[in-house]
Nanobody, 119 residues
């Protein structure tokens, strides 16, 4: 069983920064990809940023240039550096790790961490 433990959420003023961390209980190198999703009240969960095992990244358009995803395979950890935060970034952020097993994608999720950006 894989556990993903998140940290780093909190309350910040608009324009501020936060750094989220997510540590996997098993080596992240075995995952095809890791990423961060978010879900605001009344909205669907959306992909914010993802990073492949090879280091390729992709971002939600609204966070490009403000957020940076990175991973440290030795520490089994993925990070999300969030700068120039806006009130619309307020949501619960979830860490995701995924892999293909016998051709089927398996997803693993963290418990979520609240990010609140005040105006």
């Amino acid at each position: 069983q894989v556990q993903l433990v998140e940290s780093g959420g909190g309350l910040v003023q608009a324009g501020g920064s936060l750094r989220l961390s997510c540590e996997a209980s098993r080596s992240s190198f075995s995952f095809n990809g890791m990423g961060w999703y978010r879900q605001a009240p009344g909205k669907q969960r959306e992909l914010v940023a993802a990073i492949s095992s090879g280091g390729s990244t992709n971002y939600l358009d609204s966070v490009k240039g403000r957020f940076t995803i990175s991973r440290d395979n030795a520490k089994r950890t993925v990070y999300l550096q969030m700068n120039s935060l806006k009130p619309e970034d307020t949501a619960v952020y979830y860490c995701n790790a995924n892999r293909l097993r016998l051709g089927v994608r398996e997803d693993y999720w963290g418990q979520g961490t609240q990010v609140t950006v005040s105006s």
